[in-house]
T-cell receptor
Framework: GNSVTQMEGPVTLSEEAFLTINCTYT??????LFWYVQYPGEGLQLLLK?????DKGSNKGFEATYRKETTSFHLEKGSVQVSDSAVYFC???????????FGSGTRLSIRP | EAGVAQSPRYKIIEKRQSVAFWCNPI?????LYWYQQILGQGPKLLIQFQNNGVVDDSQLPKDRFSAERLKGVDSTLKIQPAKLEDSAVYLC?????????????????FGAGSRLTVL
């Protein structure tokens, strides 16, 4: 079936460090892929998305590339800030069911 | 635009009691979702409405959970009777469309959630 697997957290980094959060997926067909972020005390917000293979989504310095050959959608940022501390969720949409499923989330903490 | 509104934000009840959560989606959004997010896990879809019809409720525990979306706008999720394992955050989300096609239209906007504690 369709599923999303994320690297387990928590991930703790120092400010200005390079960030990678791994996400791989299993899906039939050609899903769309998303990263959502949940800041403390807030609801989930869309961070970025990619709708087809080789697309790169980007927002707020974060990037992720839809890699069909490795079924991956890893989230990266070159220099993290304290304000990036949050929980990050990878998600996929399989349009045959118009259904979005989420990974288990990765908690990121950035030290000043 | 106004976001997705949910209430109450917090609720504490005893097991076997009942509880109801309310959601008002973004105006004009045809699709409404209820997700359950247990601590440390990703959101799990409970039910998806397209206008006022149910698209998917395969993971809704129908012996105790019910949901309705009257007139295709507001929605209510009810739990009766509650169990300890129902302790979670209940997230409501809406999107412009829910069907196949343009994935951009399937971007979900979430409310802040309703945190339920069952004692």
């Amino acid at each position: 079936g369709n599923s999303v697997t994320q690297m387990e957290g928590p991930v703790t980094l120092s400010e200005e460090a390079f960030l990678t959060i791994n996400c791989t997926y299993t899906a039939t067909g050609y899903p769309s892929l998303f990263w959502y972020v949940q800041y403390p005390g807030e609801g989930l917000q869309l961070l970025l998305k990619a709708t087809k293979a080789d697309d790169k989504g980007s927002n707020k310095g974060f990037e992720a590339t839809y890699r069909k050959e490795t079924t991956s959608f890893h989230l990266e940022k070159g220099s993290v800030q304290v304000s990036d501390s949050a929980v990050y969720f990878c998600a996929l949409l399989y349009s045959s069911a118009s259904k979005i499923i989420f990974g288990s989330g990765t908690r990121l903490s950035i030290r000043p | 635009e106004a976001g997705v509104a949910q209430s109450p934000r917090y609720k504490i009840i005893e097991k076997r009691q009942s509880v109801a959560f309310w959601c008002n989606p973004i105006s004009g959004h045809a699709t409404l979702y209820w997700y359950q997010q247990i601590l440390g896990q990703g959101p799990k879809l409970l039910i998806q409405f397209q206008n006022n019809g149910v698209v998917d409720d395969s993971q809704l525990p129908k012996d105790r959970f019910s949901a309705e979306r009257l007139k295709g706008v507001d929605s209510t999720l009810k739990i009766q009777p509650a169990k300890l394992e129902d302790s979670a955050v209940y997230l409501c989300a809406s999107s412009l469309f829910g069907g196949q096609g343009f994935a951009g239209a399937n971007v979900l906007t979430f409310g802040a959630g309703s945190r339920l504690t069952v004692l």
